[in-house]
């Protein structure tokens, strides 16, 4: 059996302009240009759409060409994706906050991504208590207010990616970065030398 690996992008569409937005609607099929439309905030639909080019990008890294990707959407749910002349289509999962976007993608496990960015002046053992249980509360209630930030979004994170990933218990991967807190579950577990990070520009999808 392959070993299993992954590969995570994330994408800063802050640099996103009308002329990019033009070249990447005309890039979308008639599922996806539908609930594009149905977004009313520009924020949402910007997010929508740097997800679906993500993907597509990602999936180019992969050897499959934009062309032949069809996705469905599913209001509530993560697309169907169907590849022409490919029977098993790669697992995928879409992620994001604010102005990034994240994909994980793998050939050989099903993953679950969740990215969050790290707000910090909230009070965290507050909003610990309310989203989590009480131990998980207290172990972040106990730390120092500075440690606190990270140790909430990223438990949030990966309570996010287990739900996308649709089973618990499951292999827990954080990955770093400065500004977000990343986690990616998966069936299996993957070797650190196995997962693959990209840092994408809106120029470079």
């Known amino acids: 059996m392959e070993n299993p690996s992954a590969s995570v992008w994330l994408l800063d569409s802050a640099d996103l302009d ?3 937005v033009a070249a990447w609607l005309a890039q979308l099929g008639e599922s996806e240009l539908h609930r594009f439309h149905s977004f009313k905030r520009e924020v949402r639909r910007t997010q929508f759409l740097a997800g679906r080019v993500l993907l597509r990008r990602a999936f180019r890294d992969a050897g499959i060409h934009p062309h ?17 002349g490919l029977a098993q289509t790669p697992y ?3 992620s994001h906050s604010g102005r990034w976007i994240g994909c994980a993608v793998s050939s050989v496990t099903p993953v679950g991504i969740d990215i969050e ?6 009070d965290f053992g507050a ?8 131990h998980e509360a207290k172990a972040i209630a106990a730390l120092p207010e500075s440690e606190r930030p990270y140790a909430f979004y ?21 990955l770093p970065h400065p500004s977000l807190a990343i ?19 809106v120029q470079d999808c």
């Open 18 to 20: 009308a002329a990019l």
């Open 68 to 84: 032949a990707i069809s996705v469905v959407e599913r209001h509530g749910h993560a697309p169907v994706v169907h590849i022409a």
């Open 92 to 94: 995928f999962s879409l």
């Open 117 to 122: 960015i790290m707000r910090a002046g909230r």
């Open 127 to 134: 909003l610990a208590a309310h989203v989590f249980c009480e």
């Open 154 to 174: 990223s438990l949030w994170s990966r309570r996010e990616a287990e739900f996308k990933l649709g089973m618990t218990p499951s292999y827990y991967h954080p």
């Open 183 to 201: 986690a990616l579950c998966a069936a299996q577990p993957i070797h650190s030398s196995r997962f693959h990070t990209y840092c994408m520009r």
